[in-house]
């Protein structure tokens, strides 16, 4: 039986069991006698809330914006890679983006292990590390980043490039190739504040592709609102992921697809994703911004 607890109007009204975890939250029966005898004293604070559950997923509290479960039968499959063979994987970003990143492998390991300490020593945000999660680099840009559509485009070929890569014979389909300049918005403050640190230097973030599965694109947008500053909505910095981690990204048909839910396309109602399959990957555009599908994802990135 569920007791409701803003009934209770006096100390009497407090069964044993409730007692007893009173006097456990308070450090146990020593402690109690402590302060009984006026040895010790006790202050009350409000807790901080766990954002994220047992399994790394965002906890939807108070959101407007329509959330369903996420779909048992889509997940990603984790890779066991350690932070220094993730470091491995920049030369897939310089190789498929023609870039020198100007970003060494030990520099790229130290700030990946002061973002993981980070998240670890943060009772609040902790639980996201029992998810999926991928240390990313993102390049610097110039200081035209407004224009995001063409530099969206380049990206987005490579992550197709990189794919094909990956999975020889899957071909890769840009289903709005040609149509991404002049045609995307940043639709979240927190990618703008990425983009603005990119173009003062390379950014390594840790990546998180699925805690906001079965959050409609509106619910990932919406619960930024209550998550601490470091953490960002993803778009640009999915699309770096994929160019890394296809394998891990786009295994199959079994794999979520991933909203860019921090951009918009055409118009504000449309946003872009990745729908990988057994034997292809599409990137496409949807409209149905309010619906909450299992399938789809978004995704955070971490950069403290």
Known sequence: ????????????????SQWIAIGKKLGGLEKIIGLLQGD?????????????????????RDLKAEVCDAGPNFMF?????????SAERMVRVEKYLGINLGMTSDG?????????KALETNKQISNIMRGVWL?????????NYIYIGEALENWINAAGKSYSEIFPGRRFHNHRQGD????????????????????????????????????????????MATLPEGFVLSAFDTVMAMIMYPDVLARGNQTPRLDLS???????????????????????????????????????????
Request: charged share 20%; proline share 5%; hydrophobic share 40%.
């Open 1 to 16: 039986m569920v007791v409701d607890l803003s009934q209770l109007k006096k100390y009497e009204d407090l069964s044993l």
């Open 40 to 60: 010790l004293e006790a202050g009350v604070r409000k807790a901080e809330k766990a954002l994220f559950d047992r399994h790394g997923r965002r906890i939807p």
């Open 77 to 85: 499959d984790p890779l066991a890679l350690s932070i220094e063979q």
């Open 108 to 116: 790229f390991c130290q700030r990946g292990i002061s973002l993981l």
């Open 135 to 143: 240390p990313i680099v993102l390049p610097k840009l110039d200081d």
């Open 180 to 223: 991404l300049a002049d045609q995307v918005r940043i639709a979240s403050g927190s990618q703008q504040q990425l983009l603005a640190k990119m173009t003062e230097h390379t950014v390594v973030g840790i990546y998180f592709p699925n805690p906001l599965q079965g959050f409609s694109v509106e619910a990932q947008r919406e619960q």
């Open 262 to 304: 921090a951009f918009s396309w055409n118009n504000p109602a449309s946003s872009l994703f990745f729908s990988p399959r057994d034997s292809e990957m599409h990137l496409a555009d949807r409209s149905c911004l309010y619906d909450a599908l299992n399938s789809f994802s978004g995704s955070l990135l971490f950069i403290g």
